[in-house]
């Protein structure tokens, strides 16, 4: 397989080889749907707590006597049926969401989608994403640039989620170029996150060469 290599001006400048084991894998929406499922899984935190019984303060002392007063009988305050008792079956923080899985099951699910959005003309291969200093408007004009790529009409319009760039190495200067737009994710291809590809649109990689050698080294 070979794929377009683009300048920051949107012109093609060469081509490079695609290996299939990471983009010629068929849909495995079963796969996928299990490694995301278990990813956001680990992500949470469990921070809601409420109190049980156990954990109210109060209610050491007998409301009222068992018997002669005419009202139901009550052995504490803190019971789940008074108002400012505890709360039955509520969201505990010691509870754990965590989901294990495996990392072959993690980067055959990342290739299979690797290879849908190469199918869906959703990855724009750029050779280098320098810039002279910081500027958001030299960002914003290869955005333009790159959306003249074919099947890459919305890369500069979409609001929301538009983009994740995947570079080779860490650059302070192209990282903060990036950093005003919303729609946009800048990282390097090492911390690469699944659930960033899935959620947006359109996977930009920096210097090909460089990541598909760490792509190709990743699956073994």
């Given amino acids: 397989m070979k794929a377009s290599v683009y300048d920051t001006k949107g012109k093609e ?26 990813l956001e899984s680990n992500k949470r935190q469990g921070s809601a707590h ?6 109210v303060s109060g209610g050491g002392k007998k409301p009222w006597k068992q ?37 072959k099951m993690k980067v055959k699910a990342l290739n299979t989608i690797l290879s849908k959005k190469v199918r ?13 200093a910081p500027k958001t408007k030299d960002a914003k004009e290869v955005l333009k640039s790159l959306s003249t790529v074919k099947g890459c009409e919305t890369l ?10 995947a570079t ?14 919303g729609n946009i994710k800048l990282n390097t291809i090492n911390d690469i996150d699944l659930i960033d590809i899935v959620n947006h649109k359109y996977l930009i990689i920096e210097n ?13």
């Fill in 168 to 181: 080779g190495e860490y650059n302070p200067i192209s990282f903060r170029s990036f950093r005003n737009f």
């Fill in 13 to 38: 400048v060469k081509k490079v080889d695609l290996p299939e084991s990471v983009f010629d894998l068929p849909w495995n929406g079963d796969l996928v749907h299990q490694v995301v499922v278990s």
């Fill in 67 to 103: 018997k002669g007063t005419g009202r139901a009988r009550h052995g504490s305050r803190r019971s789940p049926i008074w108002v400012g008792g505890g709360v039955t079956f509520g969201p505990r923080n010691e509870k754990d969401y965590s989901k294990k899985i495996n990392r």
């Fill in 208 to 220: 090909p060469e460089k990541t598909l050698e760490f792509l190709q080294t990743k699956i073994k």
């Fill in 50 to 55: 409420t109190k049980d019984r156990s954990d």
């Fill in 156 to 165: 500069a319009t979409k609001r929301k989620n538009a983009a994740v760039i």
């Fill in 120 to 132: 869906d003309g959703e990855i724009i291969f750029v050779d280098a994403l320098s810039f002279d």
